[in-house]
Structure formats: structure tokens, C-alpha cells
């Protein structure tokens, strides 16, 4: 094998994060030890942020990563791989990633929004990517994982205002429809 070449992995993603505007973790999950502490990560992540929010770009290389990115009104959205990682397979998992959120939040992907449904961004999450591997770059279908997911929980452990919410949206689309 020449000098150079590394053996294609599966392990493909190093992290994934949403920042705010103001540099600041809302959601972030490490795949491997690159930052192995919590302070280790948040200095990574001010940095990253300090980088990508003055440039216009989509891919940065950053401290031996590839980064690949893309902000929306009050955020920012990241996916890590190794610097010998394919961009485009980066991008592939961001967009099915943001497109995800998108659909969810319906189409308000702001600080606010992400914040109340915090709890099904972090399944989107994880259905797109497991230890690193790319389980699903499909929006529509991580959104019919965690939909699932969701309607697991018995309705005596909903709250009342989760059980509300959900009355008021289907009333709404029935109305829209």
C-alpha cells in the first residue's frame, strides 16, 4: 500500500453541533476522543465559530478537521470529519441534518424553536449518526425514525402542555389541509 493512503472507515464523522449566534453549544455530540473533555470541546467549538462566522464559505479545514457548515438566521449547524474525509459526504449528512430540523421546527429553524424541541433534535441526532457512523442521510426518513420514536411514549407521560400542543397542531393541519 502506497505511503499516505488510509484505509477507507465507517466511522466517517467526528461531531456534529449547533452553535448560536453567539458561539455558544446548544447541541453538540463528539464521535472519538479528538476532545476528549468537555472544556477541550467548548474551546474547539469558540474557535471553529470565531472562524466560520466572518467567512462565507461551506467548508473549512480547522485544526487538522474538515468542517463543513452552514448558519440560518440565529444558528449555526456543523458536521467534523478527519481532514482526509470526503467533503462531500460531510455536506450530504449537514444537509440531511439541517433539512431534518427544517422539517421538524416547519420550516422556523431559530434558537427559540430548536430550544423547545431540544428533545427531538437530539433522536434526529441520533438517527442520523451513531459512534460516528452514518446511519441515515435522508431527511424524510430520519423524520419517520423519530416520529416513531416519539409516539412511544405513552400518553399518561406526555405533559398536559406536550398533549395540548399536539391537539392544537393536528387541529391545524386538519384545518389547513
Request: hydrophobic share 40%; glycine share 4%; proline share 2%.
Amino acid at each position: 500500500m502506497e505511503a499516505g493512503l488510509l484505509e477507507p472507515s465507517m466511522y466517517t464523522v467526528k461531531g456534529v453541533l449547533i452553535l448560536d449566534n453567539d458561539g455558544e453549544r446548544i447541541l453538540s455530540k463528539y464521535y472519538d476522543d479528538t476532545y476528549p473533555t468537555v472544556k477541550e470541546q467548548k474551546e474547539f467549538e469558540k474557535n471553529l465559530f470565531n472562524k466560520t462566522s466572518r467567512v462565507n464559505a461551506e467548508i473549512v479545514m480547522f485544526e487538522g478537521l474538515t468542517c463543513v457548515y452552514r448558519s440560518n438566521i440565529d444558528l449555526y449547524f456543523y458536521v467534523i470529519g478527519s481532514s482526509s474525509e470526503n467533503e462531500l459526504i460531510l455536506v450530504s449528512v449537514l444537509n440531511a441534518f439541517y433539512d431534518t430540523v427544517s422539517q421538524i421546527l416547519r420550516k422556523s429553524v431559530e434558537k427559540k424553536m430548536l430550544m423547545d424541541n431540544l428533545d427531538v433534535m437530539m433522536l434526529a441526532m441520533d438517527e442520523l449518526v451513531d459512534g460516528g457512523v452514518i446511519l441515515d442521510a435522508e431527511a424524510a426518513s430520519i423524520i419517520h425514525k423519530v416520529a416513531a420514536k416519539n409516539d412511544d411514549v405513552p400518553l399518561s407521560e406526555r405533559s398536559v402542555a406536550n398533549v395540548l400542543q399536539s391537539a392544537k397542531d393536528q387541529l391545524k393541519w386538519s384545518l389547513l389541509k
